[in-house]
């Protein structure tokens, strides 16, 4: 890894390095903090975690063929390299905000309250029919997961860095290690709420990635989102608006679905224009689309390369993933919740065909107001026009109570995710589109896994 030697790490992490001298010059060859992955030449970084401490690990790792190990401890005769530190995860940070400095490529960084995942996608997706492009995977967008992601980079022309917050300063430590070229906010909403407050929080807390965007960089928001359209400028730099008015710089017209199977629209951008078929369903995709459209102009790329990486577009696992059984089309989007995304997706659900079926769960980190955000959803299953609301979970339980002012609607309450499983097979039929919905610490995705069983 470029400049990544043992004497450079030492000094980055503000540490002190025990082993031999000669080994000091050596670059290592990976960083990991997960023992079973451990490559000959790598830099081993044990985490100290709520159950398990990895410093147990570092011996078997250094036997598979590890170059040095961090350590937070005095390794008493130790016959190998490491570097003592005082936190492996400020140390982590540190060091992947060295190796970054040393690649200079352009980064775009991805925050908002809802849709960083799959703007993220759309991005990514855009950026690679031009540059060799890395992207967050999966949920790897913290404090420890950006430096991970961070590692992953080699030859890449360009970095789309997926950055999640749920309280102040969070975001400066991030944009610290990113530093990125592009800042992209999808949206101001009502998530973390027991940390930021309100929205006007939210912003406060988004918006601290400005704090070290690159000079002449650019800031890319949504025109459409009432606290994001407040922001004018950060340093001179004017933001690029996309959204659905012709006010942005950026927007779409000539708007049609095509149900489950995806949206159709004509994107303008400036003063030109292409119809593009987005591969994934909901009005939140063409917004998602629009925002990769605004940054793909920035890195040069024509609209013909642009329409091509937007319908190239892949699903990812949880992220609105569509499963065809013999029985049912299942909708997986039980990666996270809130109430924003939990209503897009009901907006979506109601294009299904056959009995349209929301399983839903409780959503998290919403403070004082849960009950009530809850209930907007409800109020939302029993006004969109689907067809069954299954809810499970404490919290859902003012979901089910909000849905049963509609007379259409058919509410099924269970206590718990275990309950739903165990009569999951006597609510649904043959032909249903199911949607399933809840924050991560629901484990809903068992509902997707039995589904796909029955």
Do not use: W
């Amino acid at each position: 890894m470029k400049n990544l030697t043992l004497e450079n790490l030492t000094r980055v992490c503000g540490g002190v390095y025990f082993g031999p001298a000669d080994k000091m010059n050596t670059e290592v060859s990976a960083i990991t903090t997960d023992s079973r992955k451990v490559t000959p030449g790598c830099l081993f970084v044990p985490i100290v975690g709520a159950r398990v401490d990895a410093h147990d690990f570092i011996p078997q790792v250094m036997e598979a063929g590890a170059l040095a190990s961090l350590s937070e401890k005095t390794l008493e005769n130790a016959d190998f390299p490491y570097i003592k530190v005082e936190s492996s995860l400020q140390a982590v940070k540190d060091i992947a905000e060295f190796y970054l400095e040393q690649l200079n490529i352009p980064v775009v960084g991805i925050t908002g309250s809802v849709g960083k995942t799959s703007t993220k996608e759309v991005i990514a997706s855009v950026l690679k029919e031009k540059y060799n492009t890395l992207k967050t995977e999966g949920n790897f967008n913290n404090e420890l997961g950006l430096p991970l992601t961070v590692f992953r980079l080699r030859d890449e022309e360009m970095a789309v860095l997926e950055m999640g917050i749920s309280d102040f300063g969070e975001m400066t430590r991030l944009a610290k290690i990113a530093k990125p070229d592009t800042c992209v906010i999808t949206n101001i909403g009502t998530c973390h709420l027991e940390n930021l407050g309100d929205r006007d929080g939210v912003l406060r807390a988004k918006t601290e990635i400005f704090g070290f965007l690159k000079e002449n960089g650019h800031i890319v928001l949504n025109g459409d989102d009432d606290k994001l359209s407040t922001v004018k400028e950060y340093k001179g730099i004017k933001p690029v608006f996309f959204g659905m008015s012709e006010g942005c710089e950026v927007y779409a017209d000539e708007i049609k679905s095509r149900g489950l199977k995806g949206m159709t629209c004509r994107i303008h951008v400036g003063g030109e224009s292409f119809m593009v078929d987005i591969p994934m369903p909901g009005r939140h995709m063409i917004s998602n689309a629009l925002a990769a459209t605004a940054v793909g102009r920035l890195y040069g790329l024509t609209l013909e390369q642009i329409r091509q990486g937007i319908e190239t577009l892949e699903a990812i696992s949880g992220r609105f993933h569509m499963i065809e059984t013999d029985k049912f089309l299942i909708v997986d989007d039980c990666y996270n919740a809130n109430p924003m995304s939990m209503k897009a997706s009901l907006d979506v659900l109601k294009d299904g065909a056959g009995r349209r079926v929301a399983i839903l769960g409780d959503m998290g980190e919403l403070g004082k107001d849960e009950s009530a955000l809850h209930e907007e959803v409800g109020s939302h299953a029993a006004a969109c026009g689907i067809d069954v609301c299954i809810c499970a979970g404490p919290l859902a339980s003012h979901i089910a109570a909000k849905a049963r002012s509609s007379s259409t609607l058919t509410v099924i309450e269970e206590t718990d995710r275990e309950t739903l499983l165990a009569n999951l097979a006597s609510y649904v039929q043959p032909g249903d589109t199911i949607l399933v919905k809840a924050s991560h610490f629901m484990h809903f995705e068992e509902v997707v896994a039995k589904l796909q069983e029955l």
